[in-house]
């Protein structure tokens, strides 16, 4: 596992989601959204995965993972390569569970927010019909891309 910079642990933790990258048995890859439940300076990422498709039935095959995220506004972003397992929720430190119910209520909160203030957004609040997770997906982190342009770090 790799240590994560402040830089690194805070541009993530602050993503509303990431693109995630499995690889399937046919060795096509398979991009999809998840929400980043906790992130560690030391390495370990979770994930939130509700609908145990085509990532958790990759991950049974194929343990290799990568989450991209961006800043557009800032032309910043980073790629993190690792490794991950499916974890079943009941196997998980209380703290772990306690993150994924206060990104889920922050969330809510947000969309409120920017609905009061009739900002452009979903008019209903999807992420209060997300089923409550099973598992989720614990990462560890082991190659680290920074994705902003060299003339501008």
Known sequence: MLKLSDDVADFFQKQGFVIVITCDPAGSLHCSCKGIVKITQEG??????????????NLQNNDNISITAVDEHRFKGYCLKGR??????????????????????GRI??????NLRQEKGHPRHPEAALPKPKYLIAMDVEHIVDLTPHHLK
């Open 109 to 114: 909160t947000q969309r409120v927010l920017k």
């Open 84 to 105: 991950a397992k499916v974890v079943a929720v009941q196997d998980l430190d209380k703290e772990i569970n306690a993150a994924w119910e206060e990104r889920i209520s």
């Open 44 to 57: 370990k990422i979770y994930l939130l995965d509700v609908y145990k498709e085509h990532t958790f039935k």
